[in-house]
T-cell receptor, first 116, second 115 residues
């Protein structure tokens, strides 16, 4: 079946502009995660959605970052007033509800954001 | 807070040879899971292998195996019979047991495979 998809694949924006990044998880996956990967670095956790529970926003680096998820489907990560340090690859992952902590997270191909 | 450390930014191996990638972690939890993910140039993260902390037996997946030393908080990945397609970034990751929360990643090791 289809994997996790993300759009756009690449986004170039000017400093101060707002951007929206989209993630379509695997159908039926209740958990959805956003991570940020700066050049040459590991993945940093941003936010986690699980079903209808309140999201875990503990990884969001500032109030310029926000994310929404409609039910158990699409999620949008919004970065307001972008800064050059926001340049990174933004990765989305999803996983099913069964299996708990041993569950594999299935990753999308990411969106490469460049802030000029 | 839990941390994951990969001390080898880059590694190189000859095709058909064996290579071991190191990972250490710090936690006060007793229930957790450890993962190795592969990220080729396409950016798509792919699960290589996982280990439950409560299992003493080391996990294996075909040419990939781990050496899990719980007391030492060490979780190394061994790749046998290396292939050109194994060339990628490899990330070690930790997750607390009992929830489906986020993964905590190391900074990665870039593996090159020489023909």
């Amino acid at each position: 079946g289809a994997g996790v998809s993300q759009s756009p694949s690449n986004k170039v924006t000017e400093k101060g502009k707002d951007v929206e990044l989209r993630c379509d998880p695997i159908s039926g996956h209740t958990a959805l995660y956003w991570y940020r990967q700066r050049l040459g670095q590991g993945l940093e956790f941003l936010i986690y959605f699980q079903g209808n529970s309140a999201p875990d926003k503990s990884g969001l680096p500032s109030d310029r970052f926000s994310a929404e998820r409609t039910g158990e489907s699409v999620s949008t990560l919004t970065i307001q007033r972008t800064q050059q340090e926001d340049s990174a690859v933004y990765l989305c992952a999803s996983s099913p509800s069964t299996g708990g902590a041993r569950n594999e997270q299935f990753f999308g191909p990411g969106t490469r954001l460049t802030v000029l | 807070a839990q941390t994951v450390t990969q001390s080898q930014p880059e590694m190189s191996v000859q095709e058909a040879e064996t290579v071991t990638l190191s990972c250490t972690y710090d936690t006060s939890e007793s229930d957790y899971y450890l993962f190795w993910y592969k990220q080729p140039p396409s950016r798509q993260m792919i699960l290589v292998i996982r280990q439950e902390a409560y299992k003493q037996q080391n996990a294996t997946e075909n040419r990939f195996s781990v050496n899990f030393q719980k007391a030492a908080k060490s979780f190394s990945l061994k790749i046998s019979d290396s292939q050109l397609g194994d060339a990628a970034m490899y990330f070690c990751a930790y997750r607390s047991g009992g929830s489906q929360g986020n993964l905590i990643f190391g900074k990665g090791t870039k593996l090159s495979v020489k023909p």
